[in-house]
């Protein structure tokens, strides 16, 4: 038995061993407002916490997590996290929120509260806390040829903010070959600009011409590829010689994983998002597979919102996933996933106020 958790807010006390999107810094320059949830149990023990943030669009008011529930106990178990996110609605659709949106894709969750609109999803991520040649020889044999490759061709791979409007017009060409929107360049620098010191823009060049560029958030949780641009012709090395640089820098700053943020379960065979999970796979990663979800806390302006996005976007990734959750591993079994690593030394909170 397990006692249900009550979602309290609480002040935010971000450090480094907490993941990036956790910061009062990022979280600022990504909403209009923002905070973090705890959750308390009967004894008044803080057992995890959920950063959000709060969006206006219009007349909507909408509520987007940007990281997954933090466990702050070893023992913080998938029924508390369940108990944990309904009290979290109820306290959503008591300060008058519209609807909680999809989080970002680098958020996966466990479980979702009773009554969400959930889909699977995961993520590959890279143990970096592995010796230095043993992240070498997990990845395949190809890729590490692709990579030589790009260094005996002379890639070269920097970091440098300097590059930032060169990295947003590679981005914005890359999104639109898969026929999706990008962000405006004034939006880009205030997400970069909300990672401050925790940011940094990783590219390949190749004589004098950008080939390759990444933009990653990281801490001592975790390194995170958030977005991503290539040339349409790019040296087949030069994203990969990217990945492979970055997995060395972040190991020496102290990230203890590396995640490329984002995989949809059991693509069709011969898509794109299999050619990209193989990628990912084939650089060291391994799947990590929970769920993305959404809930409708004022049912009309939640259904005016989805249609909108549906007319828009075809739907959001819910939307396209959900159908695949029938069937898929159901994540309130104890034995089906393992937690992303309690973090109850990097927490100071430990009493309801």
């Known amino acids: 038995m397990y006692s249900p958790l009550k979602a309290k807010p609480i002040p935010i006390e971000w450090n480094a061993d907490l993941p990036v999107f956790a910061a009062d810094r990022f979280l600022k320059s990504v909403g209009d407002s923002y905070g973090w949830l705890g959750g308390f149990d009967e004894t008044a023990k803080l057992r995890c916490i959920l950063p959000y943030t ?5 007349i909507f008011k909408l509520i987007r997590f940007r990281v997954e529930t933090i ?3 070893n023992d913080f178990s998938i029924q508390q996290e369940r108990s944990f996110l309904n009290s979290c609605i109820e ?12 989080a970002t894709t680098n958020s996966i969750f466990r479980t979702f509260p009773d009554g969400a609109d959930a889909a699977p999803y995961g993520s590959y991520v890279i143990d970096l806390e592995q010796p230095e040649d043993v992240l070498w020889k997990n990845i395949s044999r190809i ?16 970091t440098g903010a300097e590059q930032l409007d060169a990295a947003h017009a590679l981005i914005t060409e890359t999104f639109q070959r898969s026929g999706l929107p990008f ?13 401050g010191e925790n940011g940094r823009l990783v ?12 933009i990653f958030g990281f801490s001592n949780h975790c390194a995170y590829a958030i977005y991503a641009g290539n040339l349409a012709r790019q040296h087949q090395g030069a994203n990969k010689l990217i990945y492979w640089e970055a997995v060395r820098l972040f190991k020496s700053l102290g990230a203890k994983r590396f995640d490329f943020v984002g995989a949809r379960i059991s693509p069709p065979k011969g898509s794109k998002e299999e050619a990209i999970n193989l990628f990912k796979q084939r650089m060291g990663a391994k799947l990590i597979q929970g769920y993305i979800w959404k809930y409708p806390l004022r049912p009309l302006r939640s259904l005016a919102y989805s249609y909108g996005v549906r007319l828009l976007r075809r739907g959001d990734i819910v939307d396209l996933e959900r159908h695949k959750l029938t069937g898929s591993i159901r994540m309130d079994d104890e034995s089906s996933t393992e937690l992303r690593g309690p973090l109850t030394s990097a927490i100071s909170h430990s009493e309801a106020q």
């Open 54 to 58: 709060e969006i206006r669009k219009g």
């Open 71 to 73: 466990p702050a106990q």
């Open 91 to 102: 306290y959503f659709r008591g300060v008058g929120a519209d609807i909680v949106i999809p």
């Open 143 to 158: 890729t590490r040829q692709n990579i030589g490759t790009a260094q005996r061709a002379g890639m070269s791979v920097r």
């Open 183 to 195: 962000m405006g360049r004034e939006s880009l620098q205030r997400f970069v600009d909300g990672l």
């Open 203 to 214: 590219i390949a060049e190749l004589q004098g011409v950008l080939h390759s560029c990444v």
